[in-house]
């Protein structure tokens, strides 16, 4: 048997092995300094919200303006006019980006979806085109069988038009017999005379945009409008280059 001053002493031992024993735990879970101020940044970082998504197309009014890759991330995009790589010669937009009215938008990422169904996508060369612009190249080249008069405007100017070629799924361009902007017979729609393989990526573009509420000139296989859009007002909505 154990005496009472034997209990006590064994209390008083086990008292002091546990205390012995919470300390050596809180030793190996404290943490340290620098790595509780890493997980209160941490903690920050994930409470910031996200920037909010663009709004939905079926959200917005028809005429609003969008940028379209905003909405879809299946177009290519080789925006001449923010080049020098244009029949003028000289940049006219400080930054390319293309931009149409809602109900543009929509049309096209139909048309396209169609495109990509065949393993070709959208390439833009010109979408939306602010008035000034129009402004601007009408005085590089005040000629209307080349550039719209600005005081009347065109449908790019609205944001109903678009200049556009198909492109394979690496970005290649179809051979679609002359470059953008060429002015020349070459690039009539009625214009023949022409291989077999120009014709027909030239029909597979027209076919599938007039599918689609567009319709295209007779002078350039690029440019193609949408029939609702040809009422739209001018506008000069300008966006700001990141």
Not at 140 to 159: C, E, F, L
Not at 189 to 213: F, I
Request: net charge negative.
């Amino acid at each position: 048997m154990v005496n009472k001053k034997g209990l006590g002493i064994l209390v008083v031992a086990v008292m002091l092995l546990s205390c012995e024993f919470l300390e050596k735990k809180e030793e190996r879970i404290a943490v340290d300094p620098v790595a509780q101020e890493d997980l209160q940044k941490a903690d920050t970082l994930v409470a910031i919200d996200p920037e909010p998504a663009p709004i939905a197309l079926n959200q917005l009014a028809d005429t609003t303006f969008v940028r379209l890759a905003d909405y879809s991330d299946d177009f290519f995009y080789d925006m001449r006019y923010a080049t020098t790589n244009n029949f003028l010669k000289e940049q006219v937009y400080d930054c390319g980006e293309c931009y149409t009215r809602v109900k543009t938008a929509k049309a096209l990422i139909k048309a396209n979806a169609d495109f990509l169904k065949q393993g070709y996508k959208i390439l833009f060369f010109d979408c939306y085109r602010p008035n000034s612009v129009q402004y601007k190249m009408w005085k590089i080249m005040p000629n209307p069988q080349y550039v719209a008069n600005p005081v009347k405007g065109s449908i790019h100017n609205k944001g109903g038009a678009v200049d556009i070629t198909l492109a394979d799924l690496q970005g290649n361009p179809l051979d679609m017999g002359t470059d953008f902007d060429f002015f020349g017979h070459k690039a009539h729609h009625d214009h023949t005379d022409l291989p077999a393989t120009v014709l027909q990526n030239r029909l597979l573009l027209k076919t599938g945009m007039e599918a689609h509420g567009f319709w295209s000139i007779r002078t350039e296989w690029w440019h193609y409008n949408l029939s609702a859009g040809s009422n739209d007002k001018v506008a000069d909505f300008t966006w700001e280059c990141n």
